[in-house]
């Protein structure tokens, strides 16, 4: 299995323009994470999903987060609009039965 | 609520020395803990957990970690540092699905 798997890699956008990030999770695993990385709050969990259903989205900052799960297979994280202060390291993650998170490598967002 | 904490920001450790980084946790119930290293410009790998069983764990690369519920301790060890070693290191705790992450401690290896 090619792991979990993010697009983007790097996003570099103005303030006020929308970002939409994705995220391919691990075939069969049935629960989805996003996490924002940064130097000063450190890694925060915004948002999961299990079989596709969020959850838990309190970690999302503001209602500009937003985030889906149509199916099994993809998910997406969306800012709109972006602010500077949205600059960070944005992580998904899905969750084996045995409770192992897979990372993807990340998506970093730059936001000028 | 759950909570992790790992006290050092960064650990400094010549190769070929023993090494510790420390996390201490909260959580009701039974904990399980687990280790992950993160490497520049790339995600957290899992390196072990705890469930339940044998205090002390073996994971990834030669590290193992000592579960100590009385100190609500999961420090992770490494006999001998290697400089490939240095990296991220983050302790968690599970309550049902979600993950807890500790601050996180740099560890760096001088060779």
């Known amino acids: 299995d090619a792991g979990v798997i993010q697009s983007p890699r790097h996003e570099v956008t103005e303030m006020g323009q929308e970002v939409t990030l994705r995220c391919k999770p691990i075939?069969?695993?049935?629960?989805l994470f996003w996490y924002r990385q940064t130097m000063m709050r450190g890694l925060e969990l915004l948002i999961y999903?299990?079989?596709?259903?969020?959850?838990?989205d309190s970690g999302m900052p503001e209602d500009r987060f937003s985030a889906k799960m149509p199916n099994a297979s993809f998910s997406t994280l969306k800012i709109q609009p972006s602010e500077p202060r949205d600059s960070a390291v944005y992580f998904c993650?899905?969750?084996?039965?045995?409770?192992?998170?897979?990372f993807g490598e990340g998506s970093r967002l730059t936001v000028l | 609520a759950q909570s992790v904490a790992q006290p050092e920001d960064q650990v400094n450790v010549a190769e070929g020395n023993p090494l510790t980084v420390k996390c201490t946790y909260s959580?009701?119930?039974?904990?399980?803990l687990f280790w992950y290293v993160q490497y520049p410009n790339r995600g957290l790998q899992f390196l072990l957990k705890?469930?339940?069983?044998?205090?002390l764990v073996k994971g990834s690369y030669g590290f193992e970690a000592e579960f100590n519920k009385s100190q609500t301790s999961f420090h992770l060890k490494k006999p001998s540092a290697l400089v490939s070693d240095s990296a991220l290191y983050f302790c968690?705790?599970?309550?049902?699905?979600?993950?807890?992450f500790g601050g996180g401690t740099r560890l760096m290896v001088k060779p």
């Open positions: 705890y469930i339940t069983g044998d205090n």
């Open positions: 999903f299990n079989n596709n259903v969020p959850i838990d």
């Open positions: 968690a705790v599970r309550a049902g699905n979600m993950l807890t």
């Open positions: 075939s069969g695993h049935n629960s």
């Open positions: 959580v009701s119930g039974n904990p399980y």
């Open positions: 993650a899905s969750i084996l039965i045995t409770g192992e998170l897979f």
